[in-house]
């Protein structure tokens, strides 16, 4: 057994959670890896793979038994992006979007609008974050999407850009500014759109480096309507919501990034123990000895991060903000610079589409810019220990 593998025996996991991490394994292994190559090539949505988690009843892991699902813990949630996003990013970012955009209105939203929307999820359906527009990205609080009240709707006009599941969401978390309260962030408001609401349609689909399997699509709103009662939480409120929301988000995409990190990883040991020259196999050569040290090195301490911010969330700390903010950054540079260096330790065959490496490498890169990039996040961390002057 390698350091990696001890240190994921370390997670504490109720007997269940086993069993479902184990399912997913088998699934992984059987089927989602074997497409993923596949899925990359044609870009086709991965629907037999969204299937095939809904066979195992997965989304039903982060949906409360109140609400038609399990209820499991983070760190189990968090094991399975990791597992699902070595074998297949596309599939993994899928999954993990339907989390991030349900997970605030299981922390905020009415005890009907639980009942009434979140058993579409534990049932299988998907969900998508809308936050990012064209000309409001990083700072997320320029967004011009405005919902006007209108008796017992509201009216939405504005579009939203890069939204993963966009095209095929059975729900939709939409962030934008309520129209009486103006142009100020203080006009942030939250709420959920249904699949099929009149004057929601996508406009284009992009055509990606990488997780082109996942589909990422512009959202326009036409005088939409929703009923008042999708509204998450108090008009204004919506900041209240996104910045708690990201502490739960952003520790998923790291595990994202950390299961890339981690295939390429597995692929570049086995390569370089089979792979000769000069009479020697790759992995005898002390240069490369070196390198392997500081990559399991980064990963074994990106990983133990990443389940002790588990640790934090599922004991109920809500303060961990700066905590996920460094867990990203780090998490995501690792999968770039871990992709990039096994590229390197396949020689030109690395660079072959025929490898999983040439994959993990263009999936890697956009986990240095989405929620978040990685600029963002340095400036966050940083600013953390500026002291007030007095
Ligand atoms: C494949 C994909 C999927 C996505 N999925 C979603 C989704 O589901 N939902 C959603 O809402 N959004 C999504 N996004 C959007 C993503 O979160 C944004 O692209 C990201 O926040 C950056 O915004 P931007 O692209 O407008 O870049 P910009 O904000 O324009 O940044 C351009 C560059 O300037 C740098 N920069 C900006 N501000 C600063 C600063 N203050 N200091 C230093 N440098 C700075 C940035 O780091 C970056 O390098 C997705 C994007 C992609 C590509």
Request: charged share 25%; hydrophobic share 40%; glycine share 12%.
């Amino acid at each position: 057994m390698t350091l990696l593998q001890r240190l994921e025996q370390t997670v504490a996991l109720g007997a269940e959670e086993r069993l479902l991490v184990d399912s997913v394994k088998r699934l992984v292994g059987e089927s989602i890896a074997p497409r993923a190559a596949g899925f990359d090539a044609s870009g086709e949505f991965p629907w037999r793979n969204v299937a095939e988690l809904n066979g195992l009843g997965l989304n039903g892991m982060f949906i409360p038994e109140a609400y038609g699902g399990a209820g499991m813990s983070y760190a189990a949630y968090l094991r399975c992006v990791m597992e699902l996003s070595g074998a297949c990013a596309s599939t993994g970012i899928v999954w993990a979007t339907t989390f991030h955009a349900i997970s605030p209105l299981l922390e905020f939203g009415t005890e009907e609008q639980k009942r009434r929307l979140a058993p579409r999820i534990a049932a299988g359906g998907l969900a998508a974050l809308c936050i990012t527009e064209p000309t409001a990205g990083s700072d997320a609080t320029g967004m011009r999407t405005r919902f006007a009240p209108d008796g017992d709707e509201i009216a939405i006009n504005g579009g939203k850009t890069f939204i993963t599941n966009g095209d095929v969401a059975d729900l939709y978390l939409l962030f934008g500014k309520w129209a009486p309260l103006g142009e100020g962030k203080d006009a942030i408001t939250a709420l959920i759109v249904e699949k099929g609401a009149p004057g929601l349609r996508f406009g284009r689909k992009e055509d990606k480096m990488g997780h082109r399997a996942s589909s990422t699509a512009v959202l326009i709103f036409e005088d939409c309507r929703v009923p008042r009662a999708n509204l998450l939480g108090a008009p204004g409120g919506g900041l209240n919501i996104l910045l708690p929301s990201l502490n739960k988000s952003r520790p998923s995409v790291a595990a994202h990034a950390l299961g890339i990190s981690r295939a390429a990883f597995e692929d570049a040991v086995a390569y370089i123990n089979e792979r000769r020259q000069s009479g020697k196999r790759i992995v005898e050569f002390q240069g490369i000895q070196f390198l392997l040290a500081d990559l399991a090195g980064e990963q074994a301490l990106c990983e133990s991060w990443l389940w002790h911010v588990a640790r934090l969330v599922d004991s109920g700390e809500k303060d961990v903000g700066l905590e996920a903010s460094l867990l990203k950054l780090r998490a995501s540079d690792l999968a770039m610079r871990m992709t990039t260096e096994a590229v390197q330790l396949h020689g030109g065959y690395g660079y072959c589409k025929d490898l999983r490496v040439e994959r993990l490498m263009r999936d890697a890169k956009i986990t240095q810019i989405w929620e978040g990039t990685n600029q963002v996040h340095r400036q966050l961390i940083g600013r953390s220990f500026m002291r007030k002057r007095g």
